[in-house]
């Protein structure tokens, strides 16, 4: 059974600095992973994808890092700033397009 | 992607009734699917929405507590029946275009609270 793990469950950090949130998941057989966005009550916003014969996806600020035969992925996010305080998800793609979620990363960024 | 819409936007419920909330989605796509976030969870997966033919429900779902209808390419329901304090949940229909890539659009969510 798949598990997804997100490390650290919360992280606080002043305005401008940059940042790493983790994501490990059990079963490298996987067809991508996604990063998410949640904001408080709200749904989710898709950030980045990964395919899994990928390595690493780019969008603005964001990058995001794929390594399947270890079962890693980092989500790095430069200059960061307070609107980028969110929960963010990482979720895995398997069989029948299930995805499986780890419990996410919460962060706060201080102005 | 598209614009997906889930109504309502969040509810309070009485135990024992039952509770339908529709996911519209503005373009026709492949797959619909339902999740659960029960409060300080993240995302389980209950089922995924089959056009015209019965959901596949993943395990611990069944389609008594959790009937879904999918009667076209755009729009689907989940209905939660008889239901309980546990229920309590953000309710999220996603998405999937069958581009290939197999990225999934959330819609915005359905917050339902139970007394």
């Known amino acids: 059974k798949q598990e997804v793990t997100q490390i650290p469950a919360a992280l606080s950090v002043p305005e401008g600095e940059n940042l790493v949130l983790n994501c490990s998941f059990t079963d490298s057989a996987i067809y991508n992973l996604q990063w998410f966005r949640q904001d408080p009550g709200k749904g989710l916003t898709s950030l980045l994808l990964?395919?899994?014969?990928?390595r690493e996806q780019t969008s603005g600020r964001l990058n995001a890092s794929l390594d399947k035969s270890s079962g890693r992925s980092t989500l790095y996010i430069a200059a960061s700033q307070p609107g980028d305080s969110a929960t963010y998800l990482c979720?895995?793609?398997?069989?029948?397009?299930?995805?499986?979620f780890g419990q996410g990363t919460r962060l706060t960024i201080n102005p | 992607s598209a614009v997906i819409s889930q109504k309502p936007s969040r509810d309070i419920c009485q135990r024992g009734t039952s509770l339908t909330i529709q996911c519209q989605v503005d373009?026709?796509?492949?797959?619909m699917f339902w999740y659960r976030q029960q409060p300080g969870q993240s995302l389980t997966l209950i089922a995924t929405a089959n056009q015209g033919s019965e959901a596949t429900y993943e395990s611990g779902f069944v389609i008594d507590k959790f009937p879904i209808s999918r009667p076209n390419l755009t729009f689907s329901t989940l209905t939660v029946s008889n239901m309980s304090p546990e229920d309590s949940s953000i309710y999220l229909c996603s998405v999937e275009f069958g581009s290939g890539s197999y990225e999934q659009y959330f819609g915005p969510g359905t917050r339902l609270t139970v007394t």
């Open positions: 990964i395919q899994s014969s990928q």
């Open positions: 979720a895995v793609l398997q069989g029948a397009q299930k995805l499986v």
């Open positions: 373009s026709q796509v492949t797959m």
